[in-house]
């Protein structure tokens, strides 16, 4: 259950992501995805924009390859 078993599942399935709601969950939970998974997480929260994706994105960065891959990932996912 809870993180290590998310992580399982989401490698189980095959999966390239894990999404989260961040107003859902309990912050441990997302805390411990972030350590227990090799996917990367995306966390949503607030209402929807009109095509039903975030309103506005914010990709944090700390100029280094990952976080070039994370801004390259989020604007595939989340185009104009």
Do not use: W
């Not at 961040?22 to 995805?33: D, F, I, R, T, V």
């Amino acid at each position: 259950g809870g993180a290590a078993g998310i992580a399982r599942a989401a490698a189980g399935a095959g999966a390239s992501l894990v999404v989260a709601e961040a107003g859902a969950q309990e912050p441990s939970l997302l805390l411990g995805l972030l350590r227990e998974s090799p996917l990367p997480l995306l966390l949503l929260a607030g209402a929807a924009g009109a095509g039903g994706g975030p309103a506005s994105l914010l990709v944090a960065t700390d100029f280094s390859a990952s976080s070039r891959h994370a801004l390259e990932v989020a604007l595939a996912l989340f185009p104009g």
